[in-house]
Nanobody
Framework: QVHLVESGGGLAQAGGSLSLSCTIS????????MGWFRQAPRKAREFVAA??????????ADFVKDRFTISKDNAKNKDTVYLQMNSVKPEDTAIYYC??????????????????????WGQGTQITVSS
């Protein structure tokens, strides 16, 4: 069984920064695309960003481009993905979910841009941005 464990998040003022991390563990016999979705109250879960297992390919939702950065440090820990959130806005307030999809090492991370294409989910972590 595969597990995704998130850490980070919390509160920030508009214009500030937050960071998230997610570690995959368990019966991970495959490489994975890893990424993040978010869900605000009364809204559908939406894609935020994803990264290939190699770390070489990334894909972002338009609303986070130039503000959020997804990354991996495979030399340090290939099982962990990071999301650096800068210039956060009140509309970034949501529960952020780590996600993973079994795929090739250099698979196009855009393949995981829809919730139905996700194989594994984290438990979610709250991000709240005040104005």
């Amino acid at each position: 069984q595969v597990h995704l464990v998130e850490s980070g998040g919390g509160l920030a003022q508009a214009g500030g920064s937050l960071s998230l991390s997610c570690t995959i563990s368990g019966r991970t016999f495959s490489d994975h695309v890893m990424g993040w979705f978010r869900q605000a109250p009364r809204k559908a879960r939406e894609f935020v960003a994803a990264i290939s297992w190699s770390g070489w390919r990334t894909y972002y939702a338009d609303f986070v481009k130039d503000r959020f950065t997804i990354s991996k440090d495979n030399a340090k820990n290939k099982d962990t993905v990071y999301l650096q959130m800068n210039s956060v806005k009140p509309e970034d307030t949501a529960i952020y979910y780590c996600a993973a999809r079994e795929d090739g090492k250099d698979a196009d991370p855009q393949v995981m841009a829809f919730p139905k294409r996700v194989d594994y989910w984290g438990q979610g972590t709250q991000i709240t941005v005040s104005s």
